[in-house]
């Protein structure tokens, strides 16, 4: 199952910010396939994805996005990310994090009715039933050959 994760960073201060870099270590249940930045780099080493923005003026803001591929549900059914920022501001340096969860369902929700069976669902395997038929005619022709060496 896909899920795609969006990393949207705003400035919302007075002062241009640089040096943006946001990392994402994903989960080892997803596969990343793809990473996108709007304005900058994407770089994906494994489950470490790196985006890099050179600068973000005030009121600018960038998006980014995360593409992967659920390959081992949670038993929980719940998927964590978090995504760590680092960038510097006027006053220095500015760190901030934040996280998501979605939701995977890890089984078939109930719905009430009865179990179908299946078309040929209960019985017996194919080979039984070859088994059973050459019993059958293997009993036929022996009382057959018996009785015909009895009439002669």
Request: proline letters at 9%.
């Amino acid at each position: 199952e896909p899920v795609t994760w969006v990393i949207t960073v705003a400035n919302e201060s007075s002062a241009p910010g640089t040096a943006l870099e946001i990392t994402d270590l994903v989960r080892d249940e997803l596969r990343v396939e793809r990473a996108l930045n709007e304005r900058g780099t994407a770089a994906i080493s494994g489950q470490l994805v790196t985006f890099t923005v050179p600068a973000l003026e005030p009121g600018q803001s960038v998006e980014m996005r995360i593409d992967t591929t659920v390959i081992d549900g949670p038993p929980s059914g719940m998927l964590t990310n978090q995504a760590s920022l680092t960038a510097t501001g006027p006053q220095g340096a500015v760190t901030r994090s934040a996280v998501a969860q979605v939701y995977v369902p890890t089984g078939l929700p109930a719905t009430g009715y009865p179990r179908v069976k299946l078309p040929g669902e209960g019985e017996p395997p194919a080979w039984t039933v070859g088994l059973a038929a050459l019993a059958t005619v293997a009993v036929t022709a022996f009382y057959v050959w018996r009785r015909g060496r009895r009439l002669a």
